[in-house]
């Protein structure tokens, strides 16, 4: 079975201050995929990342920057320079790779207060 | 706009009332998902399909029933609501290639 933990409930961190959101997952799966979506207040789904479990390189995306570690099934994803609108809920989430295997797995999601 | 479209997106049900939430995807996505988040927690996975014609259940089946007639459209039955049906519930569609997209939301609440 597939799981999905974000250990941290809810975060908050004063506005220009850079957080890391965590991200540990188990699949016995050889081939997966891991994500990270947005919700913020008003409640929609934002993709954000998709990471498949061959390609380990870091991923930056402006502010946004994501860590893949194998070795440690971990999926951590940075903030920096922390604004306002980065305020949301950030799930993770892991989907296997084969066949037939393609729904997604979700972390309970960590709440993120940017305070001004 | 290319997407998945929910409706309705709120809806107020009286317990033992049944409705159906409607999903459609004009992507021709082969799979598709129900999922529902309740206050404080991940999406969990409802049904899902495969292809038109084939469903099968998730982690959370029981209240539910959904079919799937075309490539386009995914709906999910709920028969006699309860107020644990209270949710919000996203319907998503996905190719291995491009990923999931994911409706708006339809927020019900069972009273």
């Known amino acids: 079975a597939q799981k999905v933990t974000q250990a941290q409930t809810e975060i908050s961190v004063v506005e220009k201050e850079d957080v890391t959101l965590d991200c540990v997952y188990e699949?016995?799966?050889?081939?997966?995929?891991l994500f990270w979506y947005k919700q913020p207040p008003s409640g929609e789904l934002v993709f954000l990342i998709r990471?498949?479990?061959?390609?380990?390189q870091n991923e930056i995306s402006g502010r946004y920057s994501w860590n893949f570690q194998k070795s440690t099934s971990s999926f951590n994803f940075t903030i920096t320079a922390s604004q306002v609108v980065d305020s949301a809920v950030y799930f993770c989430?892991?989907?296997?790779?084969?066949?037939?295997?393609?729904?997604?797995?979700f972390g309970k999601g960590t709440k993120l207060s940017v305070i001004p | 706009n290319a997407g998945v479209t929910q409706t309705p997106k709120f809806r107020i049900l009286k317990i033992g009332q049944s409705m159906t939430l409607q999903c459609a995807q004009d992507?021709?996505?082969?799979?598709m998902y129900w999922y529902r988040q309740d206050p404080g927690m991940g999406l969990k996975l409802i049904y899902y399909?495969?292809?038109?014609?084939?469903?099968d259940k998730g982690e959370v089946p029981n209240g539910y029933n959904v079919s799937r007639s075309t490539t386009e459209d995914f709906p999910l039955r709920l028969e006699l609501a309860a107020p644990s049906q209270t949710s919000v519930y996203f319907c998503?569609?996905?190719?291995?290639?491009?990923?999931?997209?994911f409706g708006s939301g339809t927020r019900l609440t069972v009273v």
């Open positions: 998503a569609s996905s190719t291995p290639r491009y990923g999931y997209t």
């Open positions: 699949t016995r799966d050889t081939t997966y995929y």
């Open positions: 990471r498949n479990s061959f390609d380990e």
């Open positions: 989430a892991l989907s296997g790779g084969g066949a037939g295997s393609y729904q997604l797995t």
């Open positions: 992507m021709n996505h082969n799979y």
């Open positions: 399909s495969v292809g038109a014609g084939i469903t």
